[in-house]
Nanobody, 129 residues
Framework: QVQLAESGGGLVQTGGSLRLSCAASRFTLDDHAIAWFRQAPGKEREGVSRISSSDGSTYYADSAKGRFTISVDNAKNTVYLQMNSLKPEDTAVYYC??????????????????????WGQGTQVTVSS
């Protein structure tokens, strides 16, 4: 069974940085894309960023552009999300999810969620003002 495990969340002040990790087990990332989503209390899930392990192509939501960087280390079977210039509105539980390369969606809107077959348990990110 495919497993994803997030780590790296925590409490940081406005303007600070965090690096989230998404470690995959029982499958390799070669034929998958990994995306990061987040969900704040009382709000709908939001797609943040996505990377394809096969060609390195990336996608960023407008809220992440210029501040977040997604990367993959295929040797470690791990995807990272470097988050800089954090804002209080970035506070949320962050989840990573995997999708087969053949099913990679163009964006990360609600219609794309069902394509992601595997999800991690999430890691809490809290940005204090």
């Amino acid at each position: 069974q495919v497993q994803l495990a997030e780590s790296g969340g925590g409490l940081v002040q406005t303007g600070g940085s965090l690096r989230l990790s998404c470690a995959a087990s029982r499958f390799t990332l070669d034929d998958h894309a990994i995306a990061w989503f987040r969900q704040a209390p009382g709000k709908e899930r939001e797609g943040v960023s996505r990377i394809s392990s096969s060609d390195g192509s990336t996608y960023y939501a407008d809220s992440a552009k210029g501040r977040f960087t997604i990367s993959v280390d295929n040797a470690k079977n791990t995807v990272y999300l470097q988050m800089n210039s954090l804002k209080p509105e970035d506070t949320a539980v962050y989840y990573c999810a995997a999708v087969f390369s053949a099913l990679i969606p163009a964006g990360l809107d609600r219609a794309s969620w069902e394509r992601f077959a595997s999800w991690g348990q999430g890691t809490q990110v809290t940005v204090s003002s």
